[in-house]
């Protein structure tokens, strides 16, 4: 983009490299995409709960892996694109920069999130030291593979949307000035 400078000459917009407000765009609106679906697929997966089993919820355990991986890359790749539309980044690189601080950023809030709904759910009591059950650890074991080849598949959808949001603008010649931010 140009903008008519003095005299009607058009120059170029320097911006500065990150644009922080685009960034938290792009984890709100992960957040947003991942919870709405995240308890459709927890719906839909306990309603399939089997109570009078042994292991009630074996099977939902594979198929929320399945659907937080799935979500995970969907929800990252839009919220990178959209965070490198939104921060109108001009290169590749400054894309993927952006769609990285916004999937690190992403993390953290659902890391904060998840700790925070633990403790109001256990009412303050943390984890309790019995011992666990081998039926226990397997679905916890199921879920943590299924999180992280969420996340790391996520990373990668959130630096390739990004970076695929890079907006092209016109090279425009003439002299360069500085635009400060509104106040």
Do not use: Q
């Not at 303050?124 to 059950?133: D, I, K």
């Not at 969420?150 to 630096?159: D, S, V």
């Amino acid at each position: 983009m140009a903008d008519l400078g003095y005299g009607g000459t058009r120059v170029p917009i320097v911006r500065n490299r990150i644009d922080w407000g685009a960034i938290w765009g792009g984890v709100f609106c992960f957040i947003a995409i991942w919870s709405v679906f995240g308890a459709l697929g927890m719906a839909i997966f306990a309603s399939a709960a089997a109570p009078g089993a042994n292991a009630p919820v074996l099977g939902m355990s594979v198929g929320i892996a399945f659907w937080s991986v799935i979500l995970t890359i969907i929800a990252m790749y839009v919220a990178g694109r959209e965070t490198g539309r939104l921060a109108g980044v001009t290169n590749r690189h400054d894309g993927l920069v952006h769609g990285l601080m916004m999937f690190g950023l992403s993390v953290v809030s659902l890391i904060v999130l998840v700790s925070l709904g633990g403790s109001v759910l256990s009412s303050n009591t943390g984890v309790a030291g019995s011992t666990h059950s081998p039926y226990i650890l397997t679905v916890l074991a199921d879920l943590g593979w299924g999180g992280f080849v969420a996340l790391f598949l996520g990373w990668l959808a959130a630096m390739w949307g990004a970076s695929s949001g890079v907006t092209h603008k016109a090279e425009v010649t003439g002299e360069v000035r500085e635009i400060r931010p509104a106040a």
